[in-house]
Protein backbone atom coordinates (compact mmCIF):
# COMPACT_ATOMS: atom_id res chain seq x y z
CA UNK A 1 0.00 0.00 0.00
CA UNK A 2 2.32 2.79 -1.11
CA UNK A 3 0.93 5.98 -1.30
CA UNK A 4 2.97 9.35 -2.95
CA UNK A 5 0.46 11.63 -3.12
CA UNK A 6 1.82 15.31 -2.11
CA UNK A 7 5.42 14.35 -3.18
CA UNK A 8 7.70 15.90 -5.69
CA UNK A 9 10.49 13.88 -6.52
CA UNK A 10 13.26 14.38 -8.85
CA UNK A 11 14.59 11.32 -10.91
CA UNK A 12 18.01 11.77 -12.87
CA UNK A 13 19.14 9.66 -15.64
CA UNK A 14 15.24 9.55 -16.41
CA UNK A 15 15.22 9.07 -20.33
CA UNK A 16 15.29 5.15 -20.69
CA UNK A 17 15.60 1.88 -18.41
CA UNK A 18 15.46 2.01 -14.30
CA UNK A 19 15.04 5.52 -14.26
CA UNK A 20 12.38 5.53 -17.05
CA UNK A 21 10.51 3.22 -15.62
CA UNK A 22 10.93 4.15 -11.68
CA UNK A 23 9.43 7.87 -12.63
CA UNK A 24 7.09 5.84 -14.45
CA UNK A 25 6.14 4.50 -11.22
CA UNK A 26 6.06 7.08 -8.99
CA UNK A 27 3.75 8.95 -11.47
CA UNK A 28 1.17 6.05 -10.87
CA UNK A 29 1.45 6.36 -7.05
CA UNK A 30 0.90 10.41 -7.03
CA UNK A 31 3.89 11.98 -6.79
CA UNK A 32 4.96 14.87 -8.68
CA UNK A 33 7.67 13.62 -10.27
CA UNK A 34 10.74 16.16 -11.90
CA UNK A 35 12.54 14.02 -14.60
CA UNK A 36 15.84 14.67 -16.24
CA UNK A 37 18.61 13.32 -18.79
CA UNK A 38 20.58 14.60 -21.71
CA UNK A 39 18.64 12.63 -24.64
CA UNK A 40 15.85 15.43 -25.78
CA UNK A 41 13.79 13.05 -27.95
CA UNK A 42 13.88 9.89 -25.21
CA UNK A 43 12.99 11.98 -21.56
CA UNK A 44 10.11 13.60 -23.81
CA UNK A 45 8.70 10.00 -24.83
CA UNK A 46 9.11 9.36 -20.57
CA UNK A 47 7.34 12.63 -19.84
CA UNK A 48 4.51 11.10 -22.22
CA UNK A 49 3.76 8.04 -20.23
CA UNK A 50 4.13 10.63 -16.96
CA UNK A 51 0.39 11.55 -17.47
CA UNK A 52 -1.03 14.69 -16.70
CA UNK A 53 1.41 16.92 -18.05
CA UNK A 54 0.76 20.56 -15.97
CA UNK A 55 1.96 17.90 -12.33
CA UNK A 56 5.18 16.18 -13.97
CA UNK A 57 8.13 18.60 -15.52
CA UNK A 58 11.11 17.22 -17.55
CA UNK A 59 14.57 19.10 -17.87
CA UNK A 60 16.93 18.35 -20.46
CA UNK A 61 20.18 18.13 -18.59
CA UNK A 62 23.85 16.45 -18.71
CA UNK A 63 24.79 15.31 -15.50
CA UNK A 64 28.21 15.62 -16.40
CA UNK A 65 28.16 19.42 -17.41
CA UNK A 66 28.24 21.17 -13.80
CA UNK A 67 26.73 24.26 -15.52
CA UNK A 68 23.68 21.77 -16.40
CA UNK A 69 23.64 21.00 -12.70
CA UNK A 70 23.54 24.73 -11.55
CA UNK A 71 20.47 25.24 -14.22
CA UNK A 72 18.57 22.46 -12.82
CA UNK A 73 18.73 22.96 -9.43
CA UNK A 74 17.58 26.77 -10.19
CA UNK A 75 14.54 25.14 -11.88
CA UNK A 76 12.87 23.00 -9.75
CA UNK A 77 11.30 23.08 -7.02
CA UNK A 78 11.58 21.99 -3.12
CA UNK A 79 11.71 18.16 -2.95
CA UNK A 80 10.55 15.55 -0.96
CA UNK A 81 12.59 12.79 -2.55
CA UNK A 82 15.09 12.27 -5.20
CA UNK A 83 16.50 9.55 -7.29
CA UNK A 84 20.22 9.34 -8.45
CA UNK A 85 19.70 6.66 -11.60
CA UNK A 86 22.57 8.41 -14.40
CA UNK A 87 25.05 6.25 -15.18
CA UNK A 88 27.02 4.54 -17.81
CA UNK A 89 28.06 1.16 -18.27
CA UNK A 90 31.97 0.68 -19.98
CA UNK A 91 33.45 -2.43 -19.55
CA UNK A 92 37.56 -2.68 -19.97
CA UNK A 93 40.34 -4.78 -18.63
CA UNK A 94 42.59 -2.97 -16.41
CA UNK A 95 45.37 -3.34 -18.55
CA UNK A 96 43.30 -1.16 -21.30
CA UNK A 97 42.08 1.60 -19.18
CA UNK A 98 43.24 5.04 -19.35
CA UNK A 99 42.93 8.12 -17.53
CA UNK A 100 40.60 9.47 -20.12
CA UNK A 101 38.44 6.03 -19.95
CA UNK A 102 38.65 6.32 -15.72
CA UNK A 103 37.94 9.64 -15.99
CA UNK A 104 34.76 9.31 -17.93
CA UNK A 105 32.89 6.67 -16.06
CA UNK A 106 33.81 8.08 -12.31
CA UNK A 107 32.47 11.67 -13.77
CA UNK A 108 29.05 10.17 -14.39
CA UNK A 109 28.58 8.01 -12.36
CA UNK A 110 29.74 9.17 -8.89
CA UNK A 111 31.03 13.00 -9.30
CA UNK A 112 27.71 14.12 -10.52
CA UNK A 113 25.89 12.67 -8.59
CA UNK A 114 27.74 13.98 -5.46
CA UNK A 115 27.76 17.69 -7.02
CA UNK A 116 24.49 17.41 -7.58
CA UNK A 117 23.00 16.36 -4.27
CA UNK A 118 25.81 19.06 -2.95
CA UNK A 119 23.68 21.74 -4.71
CA UNK A 120 20.26 20.37 -3.75
CA UNK A 121 21.76 20.83 -0.20
CA UNK A 122 23.18 23.81 -0.84
CA UNK A 123 20.30 25.36 -2.40
CA UNK A 124 17.73 24.13 0.74
CA UNK A 125 15.92 22.41 -2.23
CA UNK A 126 15.47 19.08 -0.01
CA UNK A 127 12.72 19.07 2.64
CA UNK A 128 13.25 17.60 6.02
CA UNK A 129 11.95 13.86 6.12
CA UNK A 130 12.87 13.50 2.45
CA UNK A 131 14.22 10.23 1.18
CA UNK A 132 17.56 9.95 -0.97
CA UNK A 133 18.22 6.99 -2.85
CA UNK A 134 21.42 6.06 -4.95
CA UNK A 135 21.81 2.91 -7.06
CA UNK A 136 24.47 1.39 -7.48
CA UNK A 137 25.44 -1.79 -8.38
CA UNK A 138 26.27 -5.09 -7.33
CA UNK A 139 29.57 -4.77 -9.20
CA UNK A 140 30.68 -2.35 -6.17
CA UNK A 141 30.98 -5.61 -4.07
CA UNK A 142 32.24 -7.94 -6.55
CA UNK A 143 35.69 -9.21 -8.55
CA UNK A 144 34.48 -8.68 -12.24
CA UNK A 145 36.71 -8.94 -15.03
CA UNK A 146 36.58 -6.49 -17.07
CA UNK A 147 34.25 -3.75 -14.77
CA UNK A 148 37.65 -2.31 -12.50
CA UNK A 149 36.24 1.52 -13.13
CA UNK A 150 32.57 0.92 -13.30
CA UNK A 151 32.87 -1.49 -9.87
CA UNK A 152 34.88 1.84 -8.63
CA UNK A 153 32.30 4.08 -9.62
CA UNK A 154 29.51 2.52 -7.97
CA UNK A 155 31.15 1.48 -4.71
CA UNK A 156 32.02 5.05 -4.86
CA UNK A 157 28.25 6.03 -5.01
CA UNK A 158 27.52 3.55 -1.74
CA UNK A 159 30.00 4.57 -0.28
CA UNK A 160 29.00 8.44 -0.45
CA UNK A 161 25.56 7.48 0.41
CA UNK A 162 26.24 6.11 3.51
CA UNK A 163 28.22 9.56 4.81
CA UNK A 164 25.39 11.34 3.47
CA UNK A 165 22.96 9.28 5.79
CA UNK A 166 24.75 10.01 8.63
CA UNK A 167 25.23 13.68 8.01
CA UNK A 168 21.41 14.26 7.21
CA UNK A 169 19.64 11.96 9.92
CA UNK A 170 19.16 14.81 12.05
CA UNK A 171 17.12 16.54 9.65
CA UNK A 172 15.30 13.21 9.42
CA UNK A 173 16.28 13.20 5.42
CA UNK A 174 16.86 9.17 4.46
CA UNK A 175 19.70 8.29 2.02
CA UNK A 176 19.53 4.79 0.71
CA UNK A 177 21.26 3.01 -1.91
CA UNK A 178 20.43 -0.14 -3.91
CA UNK A 179 22.85 -2.51 -5.79
CA UNK A 180 20.81 -4.40 -8.34
CA UNK A 181 22.91 -7.76 -10.38
CA UNK A 182 21.58 -7.46 -14.31
CA UNK A 183 18.51 -6.12 -14.93
CA UNK A 184 17.37 -6.06 -18.45
CA UNK A 185 17.57 -2.30 -19.87
CA UNK A 186 18.46 -1.24 -23.18
CA UNK A 187 21.69 -0.53 -22.01
CA UNK A 188 22.70 -3.65 -20.43
CA UNK A 189 21.54 -5.23 -23.45
CA UNK A 190 23.22 -2.78 -25.97
CA UNK A 191 26.59 -3.71 -23.74
CA UNK A 192 30.11 -4.45 -25.79
CA UNK A 193 30.82 -6.77 -22.76
CA UNK A 194 31.97 -9.89 -22.56
CA UNK A 195 28.53 -11.28 -21.38
CA UNK A 196 27.02 -9.62 -24.69
CA UNK A 197 24.86 -11.61 -27.39
CA UNK A 198 24.59 -15.17 -26.66
CA UNK A 199 26.80 -15.02 -23.71
CA UNK A 200 24.51 -13.13 -22.04
CA UNK A 201 22.09 -16.19 -22.41
CA UNK A 202 24.52 -18.27 -20.64
CA UNK A 203 25.31 -15.68 -18.32
CA UNK A 204 21.59 -15.76 -16.82
CA UNK A 205 22.10 -19.21 -15.88
CA UNK A 206 24.21 -18.03 -12.58
CA UNK A 207 21.12 -15.75 -11.38
CA UNK A 208 19.21 -18.10 -9.73
CA UNK A 209 15.88 -15.95 -10.37
CA UNK A 210 17.11 -14.69 -13.41
CA UNK A 211 17.65 -11.34 -14.56
CA UNK A 212 16.09 -8.71 -13.11
CA UNK A 213 13.52 -6.27 -14.95
CA UNK A 214 13.07 -2.79 -13.95
CA UNK A 215 10.39 -2.97 -12.39
CA UNK A 216 11.64 -4.82 -9.65
CA UNK A 217 14.17 -1.87 -9.07
CA UNK A 218 11.38 0.89 -9.64
CA UNK A 219 9.51 -1.16 -6.73
CA UNK A 220 11.85 -1.19 -4.75
CA UNK A 221 12.87 2.76 -5.15
CA UNK A 222 9.19 3.65 -4.68
CA UNK A 223 9.27 1.65 -0.62
CA UNK A 224 12.36 3.71 -0.08
CA UNK A 225 10.57 6.96 -1.30
CA UNK A 226 7.77 6.20 0.47
CA UNK A 227 6.50 6.96 4.74
CA UNK A 228 6.80 2.83 4.67
CA UNK A 229 10.35 3.25 5.02
CA UNK A 230 10.42 5.90 7.75
CA UNK A 231 12.71 3.38 9.94
CA UNK A 232 15.18 3.04 6.99
CA UNK A 233 18.60 4.77 6.47
CA UNK A 234 22.04 4.40 5.45
CA UNK A 235 21.46 0.51 4.08
CA UNK A 236 22.45 -0.85 0.94
CA UNK A 237 20.05 -3.24 -0.72
CA UNK A 238 21.40 -5.94 -2.98
CA UNK A 239 18.86 -7.06 -5.42
CA UNK A 240 20.42 -9.51 -7.97
CA UNK A 241 17.90 -12.61 -7.98
CA UNK A 242 20.46 -14.77 -5.82
CA UNK A 243 23.64 -13.93 -8.28
CA UNK A 244 25.73 -13.64 -5.20
CA UNK A 245 24.64 -16.48 -2.57
CA UNK A 246 26.91 -18.93 -4.13
Excluded at 70 to 93: D, H, M, Q, R, T
Excluded at 200 to 206: A, F, L, P
Amino acid sequence: MLDLQGKKILVTGASSGIGKDIAILLSKLGARVIITGRDRERLNQTSALLGDKEMHLAIIADMDAEADIKALVEKIEKLNGAVFCAGIIEYSPVKFLSKEKINKVLSVNFVSQALLTQALLKEKKIERQSSLVYISSVSSKLGVAGTAAYAASKAALSAFAKVLATELAGQKIRVNSLSPGIVKTPMTEGADSAIAGDDMKEDEKKYPLGYGNTIDVANYVAFLLSDNSSWITGSDLVMDGGFTLN
